[in-house]
């Protein structure tokens, strides 16, 4: 990727039943790159390398989790 796109996080993510969706902590970051990572399946899912506003580190985050801020 040649540009840095500001982004918003879900991290610390748990299920919500009542909701039937995934909730957690919101936080503000910088989309660096995109990749994929194997999930517990086996299944190939697509990740966002996350540079983290808070606290200034990198996360690999599942792009469903993932919205332009």
Same mark, same amino acid.
């Given at each position: 990727m040649t540009k840095e796109i500001p982004v918003k996080c879900i991290i610390s993510r748990y299920w919500y039943p009542s909701k039937i969706s995934s909730e957690g902590d919101v !936080?503000? *970051?910088?989309? !660096?790159d995109i990749s994929t990572q194997t999930a517990e399946n086996g299944k190939l899912i697509?990740? *966002?390398i996350v540079l983290l506003e808070d606290d200034s580190t990198f996360q690999c985050i599942p792009m469903e989790f993932i919205k332009s801020a």
């Open positions: !936080i503000n *970051g910088m989309l !660096i697509p990740v *966002g």
